[in-house]
């Protein structure tokens, strides 16, 4: 019998598990390889990301903070006195003081900024003094450390282009982890005891207990990856904009006040007025109030609180009679709408204050343990004649021992995931070529 033929009869005796693992292996040990060490850059400057709530108030505390005072001056006379500060900017927005240690945050529009980035006065709500003015950047109105560790985290301070780092970590982040979980659960699936699948082995140092401890720990993290990975996604240059366009199709997005006002009818109220208006109805601090220099545009007034429990209510206001023309609580919010919004605070570590801050450096750190003991597990792989540097990679033409009936389905998920994730489509298409390669290398050198 002919080797091919061989082959052929192996394949129709092989159960779909044990076909389906060579593919399964060979894929999770390139995209680790090829990944590992996007998503080693993307858990480290995550972490030093967790830590800007604290950085912002260490660094900043004589612009945040004033010592605590009886009255404050009205809104409106803290505004004026932060325009003579910024002369050529216009403002777009308060947050007024929350406590009596705290300043008001007076933020401008200014020529000469870059995209998303604002210029916000620091003001003493009980004085007028001005504490400071600083670049923020995002509707966190983040300040300079923080800007510059977001920017660090999702592109390397390099562009658009440095974008596509996070986002290829986030792209093969959920199918290695999702790969490794088959490859670990399966290789397990007859084993009885629970502390084989949940606890590493202990034993002498080698490529098994390496193995144990690097299946165990992807176990218990995976969950926290995979939602890593997704909310990941939602920021991301080319999927995210594909995420935008899915939730809008599904009417997923998040609900907004309606901001049209009726006539003008009279001057305009100010911003005391139109804080005083809303804090009767209900809008507690913090809130960030947004102003419009377009006619016939209301006040909007946000809560900006985004902990546990999340205050994100919102009411638009009329700039001529201060009265409140629209309200939105976010118990009214669309599950989905919810669900982005709790998300992306807990990516950022906002959601759960200390605790979720350090939920996200242990699961940063287990990621790059996971990256590490795979590619000390490669080494250890590498053949101990011949000088070679490297381990040898999962055997090639796993592919062909995948029955069709099963292989079928996976070509076509694997095309719709690369319609939807570009990055992972064309970096897979990039790990087929190489890998094409690296065979037809591999034959040269046999002959």
């Not at 300043?103 to 529009?109: G, R």
């Not at 005391?272 to 809130?287: E, F, H, K, M, N």
Request: contains cysteine; aromatic residues 8%.
């Amino acid at each position: 019998m002919s080797i091919s033929e061989r082959e052929e009869s192996v394949t129709e005796r092989m159960p779909g598990w044990a076909a389906v693992r060579p593919l399964l292996l060979r894929l999770h040990f390139y995209a680790g390889v090829f990944v590992g060490p996007f998503l080693i850059i993307a858990a480290l400057t995550g972490i030093a990301y967790v830590y800007t709530p604290q950085l912002e108030q260490a660094i900043y505390d004589h612009e945040l903070h004033v010592p605590a005072a009886a009255g404050s001056l009205s809104l409106d006379r803290q505004a004026e006195l932060a325009r003579a500060v910024v002369p050529d900017g216009t403002v777009t927005g308060m947050r007024p003081a929350p406590t009596a240690t705290d300043t008001t945050q007076v933020i401008f529009d200014r020529p000469g900024l870059e995209p998303s980035y604002h210029h916000t006065v620091f003001v003493d709500p009980h004085t007028g003094d001005i504490r400071g003015s600083l670049e923020t950047y995002g509707s966190g109105q983040a300040l300079p450390v923080r800007g510059w560790i977001d920017t660090l985290h999702r592109s390397l301070h390099l562009g658009d282009f440095g974008r596509l780092y996070s986002e290829l970590a986030a792209s093969w982040l959920w199918v290695v982890v999702l790969a490794g979980l088959a490859l670990w659960l399966g290789k397990r699936r007859r084993e009885r005891k629970a502390r084989d699948l949940l606890l590493p082995a202990g034993g002498p140092a080698g490529r098994g207990r390496l193995r144990s401890w690097h299946g165990a720990a992807g176990l218990w993290a995976a969950a926290g990856l995979l939602f890593l990975s997704a909310t990941g996604l939602t920021w991301s240059l080319h999927a995210g904009s594909t995420i935008s366009a899915l939730r809008s199709g599904l009417d997923w997005t998040t609900p907004s006040v309606s901001a049209t006002a009726p006539p003008a009818g009279g001057a305009d109220v100010g911003v005391q007025a139109v804080r005083d208006a809303t804090a009767r109805a209900g809008l507690s601090d913090p809130v960030e109030i947004r102003l419009s220099a377009k006619a016939g545009k209301a006040y909007v007034v946000q809560q900006i609180q985004r902990g546990w429990p999340t205050k994100q209510d919102s009411m638009a206001v009329d700039p001529a009679t201060g009265r409140v023309t629209d309200t939105l609580r976010f118990a009214d919010y669309p599950l989905a709408a919810k669900l982005s919004r709790w998300g992306i605070d807990a990516h950022m570590g906002l959601l759960f204050g200390l605790a979720n801050q350090l939920a996200l450096i242990v699961l940063a750190a287990v990621l790059i343990c996971l990256v590490l003991w795979g590619y000390r597990m490669w080494w250890l792989r590498r053949p101990t004649r011949g000088g070679a540097r490297f381990g040898r990679p999962p055997s090639r033409g796993a592919w062909r021992r995948v029955p069709g009936r099963v292989l079928a389905p996976v070509l076509v998920a694997a095309a719709a995931i690369a319609y939807f994730l570009p990055v992972l489509g064309a970096s897979l298409l990039a790990f087929l070529v190489l890998d094409v390669v690296l065979g037809l290398r591999g034959r040269e050198v046999a002959r």
